[in-house]
């Protein structure tokens, strides 16, 4: 879950997620490193109110004259893409950033334990529209591949490109 910036590194590190707790936000906790380097501690309690951030207990620095330059830097950044609720996009904040790195990790993690499970295959339906189906663990990609030619199977691929595939047959 590495951002590269223009001269600013962020990842976001230690997440704990909290799917009980999570009710209008995310309930979680996460360290966030720039430059790689400790940065941040970053948490919400899961009840629809902003995130909250103090200095890392290893950052070396002004943390507020920090946290005020990685702000800005993401008012620099140009609006998000426009979608139904907000036509004209919304500006970038650290906050969306967070709460975006946690929805990467939910997403990762959700991945990970449906490739453990099964064989998940990327491919059209007999409507000729993408889905995705399980099929047994044990069933070989070659077999699978000769069904179909043109499917993807996310065991097969990078863990980021399984995401990628995953995340965008969901958010459509």
């Known amino acids: ?9 962020l990842e976001m590190k230690n997440i704990k997620h909290s ?15 720039l430059d790689g380097k400790p940065f941040s501690l ?9 995130d909250r951030d103090y200095s890392h207990n290893k950052f070396k620095g002004d943390y507020r004259a920090t946290m005020k330059k990685v702000d ?23 906050e969306h950033w967070c709460s975006e790195q946690v929805t990467n990790f939910l997403y990762k993690k959700e991945v990970k334990r ?8 990327y491919r059209k339906d007999k409507e000729g529209n993408m ?4 099929y047994d663990i044990r069933y070989e990609s070659d ?22 595939i995953w995340k965008g047959h969901f958010d459509a």
């Open 1 to 9: 879950m590495v951002e590269r910036y223009s001269r600013m590194k």
């Open 19 to 33: 799917e009980f707790a999570s009710h209008e936000t995310y309930c979680y906790e996460g360290s966030v490193y």
């Open 42 to 50: 970053v948490g919400n309690d899961g009840h629809g109110g902003c």
């Open 72 to 94: 800005e830097y993401f008012k620099s950044l140009p609006k998000t893409d426009p979608c139904k609720y907000f036509p004209e996009g919304m500006e970038q904040k650290f």
């Open 114 to 121: 449906a490739l453990k499970k099964n064989k998940v295959v």
């Open 131 to 134: 889905g995705l189906y399980d």
């Open 143 to 164: 077999s699978l591949k000769r069904h179909w030619p043109d499917a993807v199977i996310l065991n097969d691929v990078s863990i980021d490109e399984a995401i990628k």
